[in-house]
């Protein structure tokens, strides 16, 4: 008979990785755990990158009026079906780690697809630019997505280009290439990515001040933040680059620290960090969403990561008063909002727990996978939150 952590693997596997359930779960049935995590393995492409991502023949860029609405996102793939009703310009856009800075250019937003190079590898990413009528240094936010999504479906679910455009700052798109994980994962759990100056965290930091030092950013207001998969990576960019990144937002995600092993993982996501997990604040300010009705990533993750940040102000000498506010509104789902705020009334880490809500983006657009338009704007709150905060 499967034991308890067997059967909490099946269900978070039945949630997200459905495709290659069957196998896994059959093999596990059988008392077959090294064959079944293999077929984990395979399916989630835990294997290290070996080869850069083959180079795209064009990269599009779609110009956005301004004001901004959800955007409408094409690829090179379908740019000659849509050709009739949207004007493209064909660009072939290469971010080399070492591009000289430029001035920030003033005109209509933008969202664009780029390529970032890091080493020998090529990597896609979006960047969204609002409208600008000056070079003031405007802030950046940093949005790594979930597993099954890419960058224009993230864009899309979390409308995050919609705010962007009204208050003013940039949108930052990595995307996890398929040759790193198959199923869009970003390697959370891998320990080959989870230390500063190595694997995907390295990368998204390298990119992040490339953007910053060619576009015009503020250094002192970057902010990162992901949903699920991107979200556990989100909170590691936090604790490992606490000089990039002024606060960060997790969105249905896990502790710095919480798996270093698939099988480890997937316990986390059940039921939270195991007593072996070497978990770690992440030490900056921090915005938290989790819904009650998530069966992919358990509640106690959320709880896992208010406590670690509660503890490490604590230890700093820092007393966080706490306020609780219950939120509800017609025809959205009932939250509530606690903070916990320091002597000056700046909050340090906020955490919404949204009644029944889904392992998905709370508020988000229809458009994108993985939304729940039932739930309250997480997007806005975490801009909210950003804007409270900036790097001394």
Sequence with gaps: ??????????????????????????????????????????????????????????????TLESPVQTPRVFTPAHADENA????????????????????????????????????????????????????????????????????????????????????????????????????GCWNWFDPAHQSRGQGEPAMIAALTRQVASTHGVDPARIYVAGLSAGAAMAALMGQLYPEIYAAVGVHSGLAPGAAHSVASAFSAMSKGPGPRAKTAAIGIPVIIFQGSGDSTVAQSNADAIIQSELAAWSSKGSALAQNEKAIEAAGQRLSTATVWSDGTGKPIVESWAIDAGPHAWAGGHASGSFTDPKGPNASRAMVAFFQRHTKA
């Design 1 to 62: 008979m499967p034991n308890m952590l067997q059967c909490n693997i099946n269900g978070a596997l039945m949630a997200l990785f459905p495709d290659f359930l069957a196998k896994a779960k059959a093999l596990t049935t059988q008392g077959k755990l090294m064959e079944a995590t293999r077929a984990i393995q395979q399916g989630l492409g835990f294997r290290p990158q070996t080869s850069p991502r083959p180079a795209q023949a064009a990269v599009y860029r779609e």
């Design 84 to 183: 009739t009703d949207v004007a493209f310009r064909e660009t072939v856009r290469h971010t080399p780690e070492t591009e000289a800075p430029t001035r920030p250019s003033r005109g209509p937003s933008s969202f664009d697809l780029h390529v970032f190079e890091q080493g020998q590898t090529r990597y896609a990413y979006r960047l969204f630019v609002p409208a600008r009528v000056d070079d003031s240094p405007i802030p950046l936010v940093v949005m790594l997505h979930g597993c099954k999504q890419d960058s224009a479906d993230f864009a899309n679910g979390t409308a995050m280009n919609e705010i962007a455009e009204r208050e003013k700052f940039m949108v930052l798109y990595p995307e996890q290439p398929r040759t790193a994980n198959s199923m």
